[in-house]
């Protein structure tokens, strides 16, 4: 499986199933404004082409993102080569959810490497009903409407 390297970011929060990469790619207005709020920002503000795609192009908040410096400076491309893990970086995660992706995502990168990874994550982010891609955090199917449990 060949996989875009700019939608994986060294935290492990897979970008291929974010919720800001979504809206982006869907250009979809109705969806931003749903996403807005969450996140404290106007509807416009939430673009992003994947945390590794040049800096002009990453969301804000991930544009100074802790963990992306601290992996960069230390010449891994993930906290998955890094033997630290889980550090204050990870342990202080602001947001809960991310937190426990974070820390089922990093020790399975690790042990399958990261093509096998991606896989995973790209199968983990579809309905289990009607096989719809989810992104991270969605509580209900867009397409069949059926709740999912996918973080």
């Given at each position: 499986m ?55 192009k ?11 410096s ?40 690790r ?41």
């Amino acid at each position: 499986m060949e996989y875009d390297s700019t939608l994986v970011p060294p935290c492990g929060l897979y970008c291929g199933v974010c919720a800001i990469r979504v809206a982006t790619i869907s250009d979809s207005d109705k969806f931003r404004e749903r996403l807005a709020p969450i996140y404290g920002v106007k509807p416009e503000d939430l673009h992003c082409e994947g945390c590794m795609a040049p800096i002009e192009k990453v969301w804000m908040y991930c544009q100074a993102c802790p963990i992306k410096s601290c992996t960069g400076d230390r010449g891994y491309k993930g906290c998955h080569q890094c033997d630290d893990f889980p550090c204050k970086l990870i342990e202080d995660f602001p947001i809960p959810v991310g937190k426990k992706v974070i820390m089922r995502a990093i020790p399975r990168w690790r042990e399958v490497g990261t093509e096998a990874w991606v896989a995973e994550e790209e199968e983990r982010y579809k309905c289990p009903e009607c096989g719809a891609p989810l992104f991270r955090g969605a509580k209900r199917c867009h397409a069949c409407k059926e709740p999912v449990d996918v973080d």
